[in-house]
């Protein structure tokens, strides 16, 4: 049973980092979201399931595990995939600025009555 969809952003301003851009949209989703799901359908919060995904320009520089570590409960399968946006320094030289985009849902297995 899906209870829960949300999204975040984050951002690498300077070091052209994709793993802490991406824990950045997972927190900033996170804090939005203030789930407490499982009190309210009376199961426990290590029942949840969370389908992540996080998109930026350089998939294959982030540190899925890394990313694991944002969430204190719940089972997250994460995916990575190409989108986010690079955007270039004006001067032309350095690291681009990352902006990683998160989506999050939230489910449960259903109960047999």
Do not use: C, H
């Not at 899925?64 to 089972?75: M, S």
């Not at 690291?95 to 047999?112: G, Y």
């Amino acid at each position: 049973m899906q209870v829960l969809t949300e999204f975040g952003l984050g951002t690498s301003l300077r070091r052209g980092d994709y793993t802490e851009a991406s824990a950045r949209a997972l927190r900033d989703l996170l804090w939005k979201a203030s789930i407490n799901a499982a009190e309210w359908l009376g199961r426990e919060k290590s029942e949840m399931r969370l389908a992540v995904r996080v998109a930026v320009q350089q998939p294959d520089l982030v540190d899925r595990a890394e990313l694991q570590k944002v969430f204190p409960y719940g089972e997250a399968q994460i995916e990575v995939v190409f989108g986010g946006l690079d955007v270039p320094r004006p001067e032309g030289q350095g690291n681009p600025t990352v902006m990683a985009l998160a989506a999050l849902t939230v489910s449960f297995a259903e109960v047999a009555p």
